[in-house]
């Protein structure tokens, strides 16, 4: 019997599933989601699940904030608690020029209302007395950001989108698309064909090979990070915002009764997901620099993950010119975890009603990179 779906989603992140759930509120006829492995195995399921509204571009902002909305009332719509922990988010800087790139950043901020403090350095040491601050130029704090739980909200949108009829199947790999005059004909595993006008790529850090199956050129490549996270420790009676040691590029916050510290990012693309000693030591050092205390923690286990880096470290989103109804989710750059409810109702409008209203991606179409359109933001991002 012909196999046939309305719309094909490939990849079992939190990208593909969010769209799932959203285009199955909406009717959208029959989705059937494809995974290589096990749901969540990817990028998802080594996030360290940051959530913060301190983007410095607009169009972050705009997902921030939409998705914030479905953070706030996640367990009232998907019955599942999301463990949103508003510790905050901390942003260091030590050089004239980080100071500047914060004023701005909370300029724009300003505009979308979200409670930005600006901190001197007397302030911080004040009230973080365990960071070390004699470098330190100034800092930003916003009370409203923090960290939830990748595990349960994937689980929130994968109960919600099967409720909705969504078929998912796992331990099935898409290896080819196929594309006849100018538009998705078909999806194949290894042991079938199924035909679908609309096929959304949802892959994070394999977005591209992804693309390439269908001959369309996808700019995402895979940056791995490393993690680590210390022994029992305890730095402070009240709750370790999110900390980001700006300068260094290395952050840290508060895992159950450890620390979570960031480990290196690497320079050069790789699908690589080992740890190594040597990221262990200059992890260490990093965080023994910035808070001297952790000279007497432990390191008790860490892991690897890819972040799915776009050209400009933007998401990119939608149509594509060459191949009609390839839809992208794509190059997050480490944002996808805090930004999947938002894609998931943006992608869902633009397949259902042809255009997205609830924000105007236009400006994170594919096409920006050959028009030299570029969202750039005022200084190298910085990827949780
Ligand atoms: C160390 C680390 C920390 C991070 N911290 C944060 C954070 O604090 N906040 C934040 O917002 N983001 C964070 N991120 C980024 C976030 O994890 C990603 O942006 C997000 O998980 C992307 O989700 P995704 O669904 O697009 O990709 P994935 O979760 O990688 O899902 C893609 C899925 O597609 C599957 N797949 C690929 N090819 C095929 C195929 N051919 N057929 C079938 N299935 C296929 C893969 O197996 C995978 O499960 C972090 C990432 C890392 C690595």
């Keep these: 019997m012909e196999k046939t779906a309305d719309i094909v989603i490939i990849g079992g992140g939190i990208v593909g599933l969010s769209i799932a759930y959203y285009l199955a509120l909406k009717k959208a006829g029959k989705i059937v989601l494809f995974e290589k492995g096990q749901l969540g195995e990817g990028s998802t399921g080594r996030c360290v699940g940051g959530i913060r509204t301190q983007f410095s571009t607009e169009i972050n902002i705009r997902f921030s904030l939409e998705s914030l909305k479905t953070f706030e009332q996640f367990e009232d719509e998907f019955g599942v608690n999301p463990e949103f922990k508003k510790i905050g988010y901390l942003f260091l800087a030590a050089s004239e020029q980080e100071i500047r790139v914060f004023r701005e950043n909370i300029t724009l901020q300003g505009k979308f209302n979200i409670p930005v403090e600006f901190l001197s350095p007397d302030e911080i040491r004040c009230r973080w007395p365990y960071l070390r601050t004699d470098d330190v130029l100034g800092g930003t704090f916003c009370p409203r950001d923090g960290c939830a739980g990748p595990s349960e909200i994937l689980s929130g949108f994968v109960n919600g989108a099967k409720k909705e009829g969504v078929k998912i199947c796992e331990g099935t790999e898409i290896v080819g698309i ?68 700006i300068h260094r ?81 794509n190059g997050f750059s480490g944002h996808g975890f805090q930004h999947s409810p938002a894609v998931g109702k943006v992608i869902s409008e633009l397949i259902t009603d042809g255009k997205a209203s609830t924000i105007d991606i236009s400006s994170l179409s594919i096409e920006r990179f050959k028009k030299g359109e570029l969202v750039l933001e005022p200084m190298t991002a910085f990827k949780e």
Aim: proline content about 9%; cysteine-free.
């Design 178 to 245: 196929s594309v006849a005059k100018g538009r998705i004909h078909s999806v194949k595993t290894q042991d079938e064909e199924i035909f679908a006008p609309v096929v959304i790529n949802a892959g994070g850090p394999h977005a591209a090979t992804i693309g390439g199956m269908a001959g369309v050129h996808i700019p995402v490549k895979p940056l791995r990070r490393q993690i680590f996270i210390t022994g029992p420790f305890h730095l402070a009676d009240h709750p370790i915002p999110l900390t980001i040691d």
């Design 249 to 329: 590029g290395w952050y840290f916050r508060q895992e159950g009764n450890g620390l979570l510290l960031s480990g290196p990012l690497d320079p050069e693309p790789s699908f690589n997901l080992n740890t190594e000693y040597e990221a262990m030591a200059e992890t260490s050092e990093n965080a023994m620099y910035r808070v001297p205390a952790l000279e007497k923690a432990r390191i008790g286990r860490g892991w690897a993950g890819l972040y799915e880096i776009s050209p400009d470290h933007h998401a990119i989103l939608g149509k594509v010119p060459e191949a009609e109804g390839l839809i992208l989710a």
